[in-house]
Every structure is written in C-alpha cells, then in structure tokens.
C-alpha cells in the first residue's frame, strides 16, 4: 500500500466524510482499494462495504483469482455477527490462496465462534508457521504488523482459555515484531497488572506510551500502576499529563482524584471529582471518590443522599484503563477472596504493613479497617464491591498479597 492512500484515508476518517471515503475505493488500484474497505470496517461501515465488495464476491464456488475481496466480505460479516455467511467468505478466500493468512485469521475466529476449537487452531497455526520468519528486524512494516496481528488473535484465545503464559508470550512477540503500534504492549501491560506483575506492567505501559504519547488509556493505566507501587508524585503528574492532553475527558480527572486520594491530598481530590462531575454527571466513579475524601477530612455529613445510587454502582474507570478483554473486578473478587481466608489478625498485620511503607496514606485507616471488619460481607456482594473500599485499596492489597509492592519514592 502507498502512504499517500494512508493519508488520505486518514484525513477523510478524522474529517468524518465517509462518503469520499468509498469515492478514495472507486478510484484506487491495487491493493490500495483493500486499505480503504479495511479502514472502512474499521469504522464499521460493513453494510458499505459489502455493498462495494458484491460485485466481486459473486459465486463463493467460483471464486475468482482474488482472495482479499473474499477476506474482507468474510469480516464484514463476522463483524455483523453472520456467522456462516463469514464462514463460506473466508473459506472462498482460501480456496483461492490457501496461504492468505487474513482468512486463515478470519476463519479462525469463525471457528472459535462455532466452538470448533481444533479448527480454529489449525488455520491460526498455519498463519503462525507461515510467518514464522519475521522478526523485529524484517524491514517490511505489513509482515511485521500481519505477524503481531495473528499473535493477538493467538494471546485473546489463550485468554478465554484461561492460559496466562500463553496469552503472555503471544503480547510478547506482537510486541516485540509490531514495535510502531502502542496496543500490543498496552494489552501486555493490563495482563501484568492483574497478574500482579507490577515492575513488568509498568515496564510494558512505558513502552505504549513512548509509541504513542497521546493514548489516553495507557497514559491512565500507567497513573493507576503508578499509583499502586506506591509512587503517588510519579502517578499524579502522569494523570495531570492525560488531563492536558484532553481536559474535557471525564476518565482523566476521574484518575486524577484516585492517585491524589492515595497521596493524601484529599482537597484536591475534591477539585478533580467537582471538574469529572461537570463534564460526566452519570459517572460513578466521581461520587464515590467524593465520598471518601469527604469521609477522610471528616466531613461525611456533606456526601449527598442524592449521590446514594452511584455509591451503589461499580466504577466506569477500570473498563476504560482495561478494555474490552479483561476484567479488573475478578482479580480484585480473586484477591479479597484470598484476603476472605486469611486470619484476621493476619490482615491487619497486613494492613499495617500498607500504611508504614506509605502506599496508602494514614487518613485513610479507619476506612480500611472498617473494609477488613466488613470483608465477609462485601464477598457476597461481587462484583460490586468496589464500592465498599476506597478506590485503589483492592489494587494496593492484590500487589502486597502478590509480594509485588514497590516501596514510595515520594
């Protein structure tokens, strides 16, 4: 592909014209036609594009020479969730290149989604054979990008099968070979994080941010690891990054209250949830810092009986730091659970050992107190119970009970 159709694709998608966005198609060669139809899924255009592919995708059992046409009208379609329409589309694609390795992914998927499993391993299997001699070093940028590709798909299957080291080493190479694209070592980083592998997460965020300085996600994922080892300056300057970058994003002042909370400053922590509140009336997230700064400056007459049904309501944040493909409230269920059979003599020994390294602030012990006192209770109300800690103290706990915490350096 050429990078002017990059551009231009580029620009017509941040202007919001999709229109010349199929007009780029209708006058493009080669397989710069391919990069507009795969940017216009992307944007989920797929009754577009399906309109656009029709004419070429006419006969799946006389394919024709082409299979990227094939490919595209196969993901399209699993994108629009038909399945078996996919599935005859990427086997099209195959019968004409049995080495495409787009429908080799594709039909993976497909075969994942139809519970075929060994099905779907061999086709991801043959695409990681036939990439197998690209690395870091191989100057061609679309191999490179292909090969990390087919490691995600490999790393999320190794995911829903509950098989971290697998799920690790895929990020790791999609990290290594994809070394121009911030998400690979993003999904490394929050894998980490909720392994408890807090020095190699924080590691593993440092790279998406040096490959993308403006990603917010991974700006407010490295706040909160940040946070959680205990460097509260570190993490509240990176929050203060990601508000600079966009003020008007309610997640990064809601961060910005969270990492001010665990230092201590607790005023400022009101400031912050105030600006989240005005710019997000409905995030949760913002009542409930609120509500625990107030309670450590002793002012919990002032919580408003108002805010009652978003105390009650899990936070929006962890989604946004984690994406769609982890889920932040099972590790924290895993960790109090954990935390649920331990003696309790034993876990406030443990506690103690959080406010004398000074990774949560002394203001805040009764409430953490009263969370050890009320740890029976809250397991019976998962996943809710984010709700009854202060944010960032199920995070402080996991990393301690991980032997993972990092001693502050403010």
């Not at 099905?119 to 100057?139: P, R, S």
């Not at 080493?169 to 929050?190: H, I, M, N, Q």
């Not at 809250?378 to 996991?398: S, V």
């Amino acid at each position: 592909m050429s990078q002017s159709i990059i551009d231009q694709i580029d620009e017509l998608i941040e202007n919001e014209e999709h229109d010349k966005l199929f007009e780029l198609f209708d006058n493009a060669q080669g397989e710069d036609r391919w990069t507009v139809l795969e940017a216009a899924l992307e944007e989920e255009l797929t009754e577009d594009v399906l309109e656009r592919l029709a004419p070429l995708t006419q006969d799946p059992e006389a394919p024709g020479k082409e299979a990227e046409p094939w490919s595209l009208k196969g993901l399209a379609h699993y994108y629009d969730d038909e399945i078996d329409d996919a599935l005859e589309a990427f086997s099209a694609a195959l019968q004409i290149n049995p080495r495409h390795i787009p429908a080799l992914m594709g039909r993976s998927l497909v075969m994942r989604e139809l519970e075929y499993d060994s099905a779907a391993k061999l086709d991801i299997g043959k695409a990681q054979w036939l990439l197998e001699d690209v690395t870091a070093e191989t100057e061609d940028e679309d191999k490179r990008q292909t090969k990390a590709e087919v490691h995600r798909v490999l790393a999320n299957m190794a995911l829903e099968d509950e098989d971290i080291d697998a799920a690790r080493a895929a990020f790791e190479v999609a990290t290594e070979v994809g070394y121009e694209d911030a998400s690979y070592p993003l999904e490394l980083a929050r894998l980490l994080s909720l392994e408890g592998e807090l020095i190699e997460a924080i590691e593993a965020v440092n790279k998406s941010v040096e490959r993308d300085d403006v990603g917010l996600e991974a700006l407010l994922l490295k706040s909160h690891l940040l946070g959680m080892a205990g460097k509260n300056q570190e993490a509240i300057e990176v929050a203060r990054s990601a508000v600079a970058i966009d003020p008007e994003e309610p997640y990064s002042q809601a961060q910005l209250a969270s990492v001010l909370l665990l230092a201590g400053r607790t005023q400022e922590v009101l400031e912050a949830c105030d600006k989240a509140i005005e710019l997000e009336p409905e995030m949760p997230d913002s009542y409930s810092l609120k509500a625990a700064a107030l309670q450590a400056l002793g002012r919990a007459e002032e919580i408003d009986a108002q805010w009652e049904h978003f105390l009650q309501e899990p936070p929006d944040l962890p989604g946004f730091m984690y994406g769609d493909n982890f889920d932040p409230y099972e590790e924290a269920a895993d960790t109090l659970a954990e935390l649920g059979n331990m003696d309790p003599n034993d876990l406030m020994a443990m506690a103690n050992q959080l406010f004398q390294s000074g990774q949560i602030p002394e203001a805040l012990r009764p409430l953490m107190e009263q969370a050890m006192r009320d740890l029976p209770a809250m397991l019976q109300q998962m996943p809710d119970l984010m709700k009854a800690m202060p944010p960032g103290m199920a995070d402080q706990l996991g990393a301690l009970n991980h032997g993972s915490s990092i001693a502050d350096d403010d």
